[in-house]
T-cell receptor, first 117, second 108 residues
Framework: KAGVTQTPRYLIKTRGQQVTLSCSPISGHRSVSWYQQTPGQGLQFLFEYFSETQRNKGNFPGRFSGRQFSNSRSEMNVSTLELGDSALYLCASSSTPRTGGGTDTQYFGPGTRLTVL | KNEVEQSPQNLTAQEGEFITINCSYS?????LHWLQQHPGGGIVSLFM???GKKKHGRLIATINIQEKHSSLHITASHPRDSAVYIC??????????FGTGTRLKVLA
């Protein structure tokens, strides 16, 4: 069974641009969560999608948005990039929703490293 | 004060040593998750716990819900165990809170 894949793996953008990151979950998984990891803040929850619906969103500005398609693939978009958006963006998939108390194992992708210049 | 605290922040051990990493949290939770992150950034889910104890190979995770505390033990540590270990808790609502991680280095 293929693991969680994320594209692209590395990305360099400049301030003010926008970026779209993609995540393909493990086959059969309907929950996709997105996380941001920075040296200063560590891992932080961005949002979770389950069956094309956003279940919850972390404490991030509206510039961060996402969506999930009927095949469970998910995209994350960041508009008007700021230097502080430079981070490793991780997605993870599971069979059942993570937020709300689900305890199924969550499988992480390799991440997309975004650098904003 | 962070809602999830890990100790120690950094740990260096000799190969073969028994290692314990602790995670304390201040909120009520439905489950706790131990993650391992290797230097390249990849994260592996180790354990999901809601009570008691789980074991997988040389790794053992325990949780005491009443004391709001979990431990991750590594027996017979090996240099390949060198990684950052992160605990994360689910307060049962729509949140997922991460600890700051414990950086483990096992020397040969």
């Amino acid at each position: 069974k293929a693991g969680v894949t994320q594209t692209p793996r590395y990305l360099i953008k400049t301030r003010g641009q926008q970026v779209t990151l993609s995540c393909s979950p493990i086959s059969g998984h309907r929950s996709v969560s997105w996380y941001q990891q920075t040296p200063g803040q560590g891992l932080q929850f961005l949002f979770e999608y389950f069956s094309e619906t956003q279940r919850n969103k972390g404490n991030f500005p509206g510039r961060f948005s996402g969506r999930q398609f009927s095949n469970s693939r998910s995209e994350m978009n960041v508009s008007t990039l700021e230097l502080g958006d430079s981070a490793l963006y991780l997605c993870a998939s599971s069979s059942t929703p993570r937020t709300g108390g689900g305890t199924d194992t969550q499988y992480f992708g390799p991440g997309t490293r975004l650098t904003v210049l | 004060k962070n809602e999830v605290e890990q100790s120690p922040q950094n740990l260096t051990a000799q190969e073969g040593e028994f290692i314990t990493i602790n995670c304390s949290y201040s909120v009520g939770i439905s489950a706790l998750h131990w993650l391992q992150q290797h230097p390249g950034g990849g994260i592996v889910s180790l354990f999901m716990l809601s009570s008691g104890k789980k074991k997988h190979g040389r790794l053992i995770a325990t949780i005491n819900i009443q004391e709001k505390h979990s431990s991750l033990h590594i027996t017979a540590s090996h240099p390949r165990d060198s990684a950052v270990y992160i605990c994360a808790v689910f307060p049962g609502t729509y949140k997922y809170i991460f600890g700051t991680g414990t950086r483990l280095k096992v020397l040969a």
